[in-house]
C-alpha cells in the first residue's frame, strides 16, 4: 500500500472527496445530515473558484490519487485575518503524524503571508484536533449553542495570533 503525500494544490474530484469525508466523519461523530454536507460542498466549491495564491492554499493528503485529507487557509476576509477550514483526516490516516505537519505547514504559510491571525470553527467533543490546535497556538475565544446542522452541539471558536 501506498504512503500517504501531502501536496498543494486543486486536484479534479477533491471539492467531492473532501465533502464526502466531512460527511462521513461528521455523520459518525455527531448525527450531521446532507445539509452540513452540501454546505461544505457549496463553501469549498466557492473557495476554490476565488483562490488567490498570494493569500489562500489548499493542501491534500493523497495516497495515490485518492484524496483522504485536506486543510485550508482561506485569506479571503482581508485586514489580514485568515480562517482555517476543512482540516479532515481519514480514519484510516489519523495517529501518523499527518495532521501536524498540515498545521506546522498551515502555520509557516499565514506567518510568511503577514496575517495578523488566523482562527477556526470546531466542535466540543473532538478532543484530538482540540489538542493539535492548542499545540499550534490556538486558544478558545467564543462558545456558542450552535443547531445549524440538525441537532444541538457546542462549537468553539478558537484563534492564534502572530507577533
Known sequence: MKEAAIEVGYRPGAIGAIAA????CYSLTHGFDQLFEAKVARELGAFVCRHEPAHDRLWLVLRGDEVLGSLVIDGGDGGGVAHLRWFILDA???GQGLGRRLMAEAM???REGGFRSVYL???AGLEAALHL???HGFAVVERHLGTQWGRPVEELRMERRFS
Do not use: E, I, N, V
Open 121 to 123: 470553527w470546531t466542535l
Open 92 to 94: 484510516c490516516l489519523r
Open 21 to 24: 469525508l466531512h460527511a462521513r
Open 108 to 110: 509557516a504559510f499565514c
Open 133 to 135: 490546535y492548542q499545540d
